[in-house]
């Protein structure tokens, strides 16, 4: 069963629009959110996270939203530049230590 | 600061073949995680030490997989014997411990295996 799904495997956008990646999750319990950013032949990069007590967290030019009773959470991207084209992961887990669940990824290509 | 060292970058093998892979976390990070990311898919724990402890390691396949850090700083990672199903990038990542948050927590650039 997947616990985090991100059901776009990918997105196209043009340099300097929107970029909004989408991520469901079922385990009500988890509490912590976090997005990676991957590039091919190296490891997953800490991008953005967010807390279950809050519904908005803004980093620049990157925003996670949190809708817990919709269990869904995207992040934007704005605006987007052809250096965030990557694989972004969404992760999840609840306080204690627990493991970090990845959802399948979304490849964001950025068009210049 | 360096970060997180795995080696080899990529290894091709046969099935029923066995392979190690080695990591180096970053300095004075005392929990070490391994992950296996089959093609298309996010990465999955497979097992979590605390310095040369074992913390989790329930969804590592016990019959084939083993994995050690006897000082508490490097791991690796074994399989034996090689399935077609284990070809994956091996991911290992560290943070300071487990106060520090996951977003503390550095991948290294993993270990690409084929198992033909």
């Known amino acids: 069963d997947q616990q985090v799904k991100q059901n776009s495997p990918s997105l196209s956008v043009q340099e300097g629009r929107i970029s909004i990646l989408n991520c469901d999750y079922t385990n009500s319990m988890f509490d912590y959110f976090l997005w990676y950013k991957k590039y091919p032949a190296e490891g997953p990069t800490f991008l953005i996270s967010?807390?279950?007590?809050?519904d908005k967290n803004e980093d620049g030019r990157f925003t996670v939203f949190l809708n817990k009773s919709a269990k869904h959470l995207s992040l934007h991207i704005v605006p987007s530049q052809p250096g965030d084209s990557a694989v972004y992961f969404c992760a999840a887990y609840y306080s204690g230590n627990t493991p970090l669940v990845f959802g399948k990824g979304t490849r964001l290509s950025v068009i210049a | 600061e360096a970060g997180v060292a795995q080696s080899p970058r990529y290894k091709i093998i046969e099935k029923r073949q066995s392979v190690a892979f080695w990591c180096n976390p970053i300095s004075g990070h005392a929990t070490l995680y391994w992950y296996q990311q089959i093609l298309g898919q996010g990465p999955k724990l497979l097992i979590q030490?605390?310095?040369?402890?074992?913390?989790?390691d329930s969804q590592l396949p016990k019959d084939r997989f083993s994995a050690e850090r006897l000082k508490g700083v490097d791991s690796t990672l074994k399989i034996q014997p090689a399935k077609l199903e284990d070809s994956a990038v091996y991911l290992c990542?560290?943070?300071?411990?487990?106060?520090?948050?996951?977003?503390?927590?550095?991948f290294g650039p993993g270990t690409r295996l084929t198992v033909l």
């Open positions: 967010i807390s279950s007590i809050k």
């Open positions: 030490f605390q310095n040369n402890g074992v913390v989790d």
């Open positions: 990542a560290s943070r300071r411990g487990p106060a520090a948050g996951y977003n503390e927590q550095f």
